[in-house]
């Protein structure tokens, strides 16, 4: 009546489309912008944080450091994707660090990749394949509670 059904559709394809990662979807947990929290955690499902953590981070899934994202402490997760700063260790079997990626630590990897324009400072250990980055260790010995340490482990 006040328009044709062309004119829409020519509208929708002319909007830009948006860029997602493939790995979008799949993020259960988000940690966002101006969030801070303390303190360690395990999430076991794909993790985006765009706020601060103050802490270490273990996971079973992918964890995606955004731009305004900021880690202080120890990241182990299958998959790590940074486009923003973390403040110590990283032992993960995929490591992707992008333009303005700052890290301040050591990293120990299977696979590493890199894009022009990423900080790093510390150590890079490439892992055999057959190592194992699921063992964790307290302090205190209970878990939950102390400092974690992240402990990669050889299988024979």
Do not use: W
Request: aromatic share 4%; net charge neutral.
């Amino acid at each position: 009546m006040f328009g044709s059904k062309d004119k829409s559709v020519q509208q929708e394809s002319s909007a830009p489309a948006v860029n997602k990662s493939a790995n979008s979807k799949d993020i259960k947990t988000l940690i966002g912008e101006g969030c801070k929290v303390e303190g360690n955690f395990f999430i076991p499902t794909a993790t985006r944080i765009d706020g601060t953590i103050k802490g270490d981070l273990t996971g079973d899934s992918g964890i995606v450091i955004g731009h305004t994202g900021k880690i202080v402490g120890s990241v182990c997760a299958a998959e790590v994707v940074v486009y923003g700063t973390v403040d110590g260790n990283i032992e993960t079997n995929r490591l992707e660090l992008k333009k303005g990626s700052k890290i301040s630590g050591d990293i120990t990897v299977n696979n590493l990749i890199t894009e022009q324009g990423c900080t790093f400072n510390g150590k890079c250990n490439m892992k055999t394949e057959a190592s194992n980055v699921t063992e964790l260790v307290t302090d205190s010995g209970v878990s939950g509670t102390g400092n974690v340490k992240i402990k990669s482990v050889m299988n024979s």
